[in-house]
């Protein structure tokens, strides 16, 4: 009797597991030729046009079209706008709108769900304050069913561009806003014209996504696209070898040293994108030792950028001599770079005073050791990785390095109180640098306005960097950027690494896997299945 | 008996009150504005308006007493309020995650049970033996090994070698299985060793001996006399895993792909999500005593001695 009570309860524990396991909704197994499934580490979020946070890029661009798109070497493109006009003064942008359009339930895309697409993120305006774009918009208007006309305070030259971006501007069907129309608290279904539609979605699992038969363009060749949540790196190789997902495309989702094993076995494609966005170091001019140009300097030459390429990222990633990239627009500057050159770095850091006592390890000024502190974020393994080498590095030439390594909000407090020597930070990428990054440096709450702030020119670098966005002109728009990048080069503020890149590793079967040149966006709808 | 188990239930609240101006106290303690960490998540440049506007928003420019006030008395008409993160109620969103990582927990209940039990009734009978010997260095390894890599591992050994199982996901009774052995691994080297003790304790107690005498067939022997009074100790422990498990299942939860509350719950308490941190803590404290009560009964079931003292 007793006996049977406990297999009782036994039976009745595994029975409970299988009830609750009956409650997860099956994950729909297809081996479909149409359809691909790749992995993401993490939610793709809610899918609001016109928000940030958890919403994940690539999956708003997949269901979300610009006015206006960026394609190669920065060239503007048309999307949802055919054409356009832009006044003599640079004030005046008139659209006309693609005839046909329709969002995914159907309904017409005109100029009236833009001009309420545009009126719902103006109505939030503190929240894209980071975006000077929105800050200079004076008036929106749609003049008839297919022109709209919008209407800038000053001649912001960057306004395609930033038209272009995944968020916030770009555009949800009227039966996707909420009732009260504030899309900053939320959207009731995500509805827009873009090449793919939302079919299924569980929250941390999986999101399914089809094809939007009603899209204007191309259609996709794939009939369905599964996103699975992975958030473990391992798991996402893991997944990959045994056929559970196609694809793995993005930066940061597997580690590099598993990127290049996968690759150089050969059994799965492996590519890599062009540079992307920059990895720096941000050097605070406004305290302590980095005051002192020539010790920004010293760190600048005391950097084996090459050794770090080679033996931190496996050569996926290139070394970087300047902020920005050269083949960014206006950002072609013949700066010369700081070699590596351990000799020089040592000068420069016994002209300033810093000098090595006999005996000792590190360089001491009034009997001050020489200590930086290097900030990171604990939980980035590439950080950590290029904190500890620099350590080892500036020993050789007598620089204490005190590496911090702490969670997310400690380390962007740093960024933001400028409670730093040298603190990791990374440029935006196409399509926002360099314009869109440059104007961010005026903001006190970025790492780049503190490291700046020490600068005796800091004014008049946030002064022409307000100019150059509103210069109307090309040639002063280049003479104002070289003065901007080529002063920040000069004064030793930035310590560039390497330019990322994105990866693609995907299954042989799967075809035209390309990049598009802005890393946030997947070309899903170019692939297919051979 | 029912009267025994009303007021252990009433006994929960000064307990969860308790619980609930603690960890008010502490998150308040712990660096990091929420304020601060909302607006970049959001992507919002803190100016000192947009601060202050969302700090009234969030109700955190009240002063703090008067905020566990405010918090208490929704949660007393089961109200958790709205995560700071995604604006939705911390209730909804819970219930989400929960019942993922409880089936998780069953699931590596069972799984300790078919594991410990066997292996460590026989190591205790057969001491010393060879079975003895390779279950003492297994039981080490599981307990020393990493949850992440013990993961790994099985992963690479059931599913991709063997293509039993796949690797991650959640979903059908499969996906159940390989990160309920993770999470059961470890746990049941400490059950088989700590229930192999306790046989060998009560091997050598008079109440055995007589029975061996009274010329009882070793089968009755074992298991009337020596597993169930070896059995209570280890009552005890398993009831404290059970929340151990459904609290600590984070890790297990990554690796695998597993929607539970355990991630979740980290990633509140990155993004300094009081309300949420505030909920899970409350519930974890909630099944930690509901499964002590249970342990309890139980105990109360196998020993006579005890029911009377009801």
């Given amino acids: 009797m007793r006996r049977l009570r406990y297999i009782v309860l036994i039976l009745s524990l595994v029975l409970a597991c299988f009830v609750l396991s009956g409650c997860g909704n099956e994950e729909a197994k297809t081996e479909n030729k149409d359809s691909l499934t790749f992995s993401w580490s993490k939610d793709i979020g809610d899918l609001n046009p016109h928000l940030y946070g958890t919403n994940q890029m690539f999956a708003q661009a997949m269901v979300y079209e610009p006015l206006v798109k960026y394609g190669e070497n920065g060239k503007i493109e048309p999307c949802l706008a055919e054409s356009w006009q832009i006044s003599p003064d640079g004030r005046e942008y008139t659209f006309k709108l693609r005839h046909g359009v329709k969002f995914s339930d159907g309904t017409d895309f005109n100029a009236k769900a833009v001009k309420m697409n545009f009126d719902a993120v103006l109505a939030n305006k503190d929240r894209h304050a980071w975006l000077e774009l929105i800050n200079q918009i004076a008036d929106t208007q749609a003049i008839d069913d297919y022109t709209f006309k919008i209407t800038f305070k000053n001649a912001y030259y960057p306004a395609l561009q930033e038209l272009a971006l995944i968020r916030p501007l770009r555009f949800l069907a009227a039966a996707g806003f909420p009732d009260n129309g504030n899309t900053a608290e939320a959207i009731k279904k995500p509805i827009g014209t873009g090449p793919w539609v939302l079919s299924e979605y569980k929250k941390d699992q999986y999101a399914v996504f089809v094809r939007n038969e009603h899209y204007w363009g191309n259609k996709p060749k794939l009939e369905k696209v599964t996103v699975k949540v992975i958030p473990d790196s391992e798991a996402t190789v893991l997944a990959l070898e045994k056929g559970e997902i196609d694809l793995i495309y993005g930066s940061g989702l597997i580690s590099l040293d598993a990127f290049k094993q996968i690759k150089d076995a050969g059994e799965y494609e492996a590519q890599l994108s062009a540079p992307g966005s920059t990895r720096v170091l941000a050097i605070n001019s406004n305290k302590g030792p980095t005051k002192d140009l020539k010790v920004r300097q010293a760190l600048e030459y005391g950097v084996d950028k090459e050794a770090i390429v080679a033996g931190i990222f496996y050569d996926t990633e290139d070394k970087a001599d300047t902020l920005f990239a050269p083949n960014f627009p206006y950002c072609n500057l013949n700066l010369k770079p700081y070699q590596y050159n351990l000799n020089k770095a040592g000068e420069l850091l016994t002209e300033a005073g810093w000098n090595l006592p006999a005996g000792k390890e590190y360089r001491e000024k009034d009997g001050q050791i020489l200590e930086l502190d290097l900030c990171f974020t604990s939980t980035d393994t590439t950080q950590k990785a290029l904190a500890e080498l620099l350590q080892g590095e500036y020993k050789k030439i007598g620089i204490k390095v005190k590496i911090i390594g702490e969670e997310e909000q400690a380390f962007y407090d740093r960024q933001k109180n400028g409670n730093f020597h040298l603190i990791f930070n990374e440029t935006w990428g196409v399509p926002y640098d360099p314009h869109s990054f440059i104007s961010s440096m005026r903001q006190p709450s970025h790492a780049d306005y503190q490291a700046q702030l020490g600068l005796s020119m800091k004014k008049e670098i946030d002064k022409k960097i307000g100019e150059v966005l509103i210069s109307n002109d090309e040639k002063a728009r280049q003479q104002l950027y070289s003065y901007i990048l080529g002063t920040l080069h000069e004064q030793a503020v930035y310590l560039p690494i390497s330019h990322t890149k994105n990866i693609a590793v995907y299954n042989k079967k799967l075809a035209n896997v390309k990049f598009l040149p802005s890393s946030y966006e997947i070309p899903l709808e170019l692939m297919e299945i051979k | ?310």
């Fill in chain 2, 1 to 310: 008996m029912t009267r025994y188990i009303l007021k252990r239930v009433i006994g929960l609240i000064p307990i969860l009150f308790g619980v609930s101006l603690l960890t008010f106290t502490l998150i308040n303690l712990v660096p990091g504005d929420p304020v601060q960490v909302y607006l970049r998540i959001a992507e919002m440049l803190p100016t000192p308006e947009l601060v202050a506007k969302v700090r009234a928003e969030m109700g955190l420019d009240k002063p703090i007493h008067l905020r566990y006030f405010d918090w208490l008395t929704q949660v007393i008409q089961l109200d958790f309020g709205k995560s700071y993160i995604s604006k939705k109620p911390v209730w909804d969103e819970i219930i989400y995650y929960f019942p993922a990582t409880i089936q998780l927990t069953l699931m590596a209940m069972v799984l300790i049970l078919f594991i410990s039990l066997p292996v460590g009734i026989f190591s205790a009978l057969y001491k010393d033996s060879i079975f003895d010997q390779i279950s003492r260095v297994l039981s080490f390894l599981g307990a020393s090994m990493p949850s992440y890599w013990l993961g790994i591992l099985l992963i690479y050994l059931f599913s991709m070698q063997l293509n039993l199982l796949p690797t991650q996901g959640h979903g059908t009774v499969l996906h159940l299985i390989l990160p309920a052995l993770t999470l059961a691994l470890g746990h049941s080297s400490t059950y088989t060793r700590l229930l192999r003790t306790s046989i060998l304790e009560n091997l050598n107690q008079y109440h055995v001996l007589y029975a061996r005498a009274r010329g009882l067939r070793e089968r009755l022997v074992v298991s009337r006399h020596i597993l169930k009074n070896s059995l209570i100790p280890i009552i005890t422990a398993f009831g404290m895993s059970f929340g151990h498990m459904v609290a600590g299942s984070v890790i297990v939860e990554s690796v695998f792909s597993w929607p539970g509350i355990g991630r979740y719950c980290v990633a509140s308490i990155f993004s300094r999500d009081y309300p949420v941190i505030q909920a899970y803590v409350l519930i974890m404290a909630v099944v930690f005593i509901l499964c002590n009560l249970l342990v309890d009964i139980v105990y109360h079931l196998l020993d006579p001695k005890m029911m009377e003292e009801l």
